[in-house]
């Protein structure tokens, strides 16, 4: 509040008010010139020209409420007006870039991805053991191993987790990372523009990934159908 | 998604745990404290799948336990922003729905449910299109893509879309 106070007392001198301030406000208006002055410089120089002068007056009119951001060198305002002034296209606002993985970036080097078959197999050996200690009373299984033992169950289109990680293997050295991977095979995609769709940070190699996306969705085509056909019951069912 | 990662935790153990069956006490309270237990960084600890390594143990001055520091192998289940996940619808309101993903929860904002459904209220609240071919209800199983999270003391929040390409109802369970 002072600070808008301050910068407001500093716009009015400019106007030519100074006749109706009192004595403290004088004073602060003579400190706010130097710095009105020294801000003024500063909108030259960050302006680059005679305009910015032009700006200062009509944003002066208007209240001097727009001038704040610019003093402050606020990138909304300031950045905008920089641009208008420097010549160059207004801002357009572009459409929001598709969200994407970053896993590699927040997760420890050594975490390795799962897809959902791998993980549930692992969960249904330790479900075993399990069922020997859960004899003990004092033992309890906790709920979230249970919940992930489903989830993992059922999102799961493979019989054999082996043969999925062989067929998305070769992937990598396109460039796929093991998060892209593992969110190929857990989606279970049916065409390239679904796992484009799915995955936008796999857009950028596009060309090259067209031809090998192509011969591995046929191949994990083929090993879903293998794991319908012997599990009709147990198989998801994708409308 | 799934990840198998290496953590490490300083464990305290009584000395009435020590003898012969020292280094088994201390891998059964590993997975007491551990097990089921969530952190912003790793996700839901589901299950300890091995111990790597068990270092020698310090006496704590005064008390007499004695601090082990464990390296252990688990499996753990941690959003992020970006992913595709297939959920449960749980419940479904005017604001939105709320689904689950293995032991994550998930909220879908109406805004960010396509514009062509509407919320239908009644005995069984859902989402429909205007012809009636596609529902959003409970049990309903959708796929949706992670737009945010949120990490809480003992779990994960997240937020998700359907408005995307390829997202949106797998299996109803009406029709199924």
Redesign the interface.
Known sequence: MGEKGGKGFSLNSNLGKSSTKSPLEASLTGKDDSTAKSKRGRKVQFNNGGLPEARLTSSLMSGGKADIPIAKGDLSKGGKGGRVLNGEKSAVPKPPA??????EQ???K???????C??AL??KG?QEQMVVLSEDPT?KI????N??????Q??NCYASPQSVRRVLEPLSKYGVSD?EI??IA??C?ETI??VF?????LKPKWSTLREPLKDVLRELAELKHLNQSSNPEGS???? | MFFHIVLERNMQLHPRHFGRHLRDNLVAKLVKDVEGTCSGRHGFVVAITGIENVGKGLIRDGTGFVTFPVKYQCVVFRPFKGEILEAVVTMVNKMGFFAEAGPVQIFVSNHLIPDDMEFQSGDMPNYTTSDGSVKIQKDSEVRLKIIGTRVDATEIFCIGTIKDDFLGVINDPVTS
């Open positions: 598709p969200l994407e993985l970053r896993i927040e997760l420890p050594n975490a390795k991805c799962m897809m959902d791998e993980a692992i969960l330790i033992i906790p709920l979230s191993f919940k992930g033992l489903q989830y993992a059922s999102s998060g593992c969110v857990n989606t995609p523009d679904e769709a799915l995955v936008p940070s998801p069912g994708f409308s």
